[in-house]
Nanobody, 124 residues
Framework: QVQLVESGGGLVQAGGSLRLSCAAS????????MGWFRQAPGKEREFVAT????????YYANSVKGRFAISRNNPKNTVYLQMNSLKPEDTAVYYC?????????????????WGQGTQVTVSS
C-alpha cells in the first residue's frame, strides 16, 4: 500500500507559477512510476505528466508541454510538478498517482494509488 499526499496548490494569476509536491509513504517509492493528472469542474480527469521510477524518462500532455516539468526525489519519497506560465484553463484539482513497476503511462486506469488532490486556480 502507498499513501500519497499532494500539497502546493493555491490561487495564482495567469502567467504565474506554482510547484506541487506529492509525498509518498508506505512501500518503496522508487518501485513506482509516478504521474500527475487533473480534473476541471464538469470534465473528466486527464493526464498531465508522468515519469519513470528513475526519473530519466518523462512524458507530458501537449497542453502543458514546455510549461510544466515533472521530477522526483526518491530519497525524499516525493514527486514534484513545476508549473510555469499558468493559464486560466489550467484551473483544476491536481492529483498524483503511483503505478507499480518502472514503466510510466498516460493511462489513468494503469495507476494503482491516488492522492486526494490539491486545488489549483488560475485567475485571468
Amino acid at each position: 500500500q502507498v499513501q500519497l499526499v499532494e500539497s502546493g496548490g493555491g490561487l495564482v494569476q495567469a502567467g504565474g507559477s506554482l510547484r506541487l509536491s506529492c509525498a509518498a509513504s508506505g512501500r518503496t517509492f522508487s518501485n513506482y512510476a509516478m504521474g500527475w493528472f487533473r480534473q476541471a469542474p464538469g470534465k473528466e480527469r486527464e493526464f498531465v505528466a508522468t515519469l519513470t521510477w528513475s526519473g530519466s524518462i518523462t512524458y507530458y500532455a501537449n497542453s502543458v508541454k514546455g510549461r510544466f516539468a515533472i521530477s522526483r526525489n526518491n530519497p525524499k519519497n516525493t514527486v514534484y510538478l513545476q508549473m510555469n506560465s499558468l493559464k486560466p484553463e489550467d484551473t483544476a484539482v491536481y492529483y498524483c498517482a503511483a503505478k507499480t513497476g518502472a514503466g510510466s503511462t498516460r493511462r489513468l486506469d494503469e495507476y494503482d494509488y491516488w492522492g486526494q488532490g490539491t486545488q489549483v486556480t488560475v485567475s485571468s
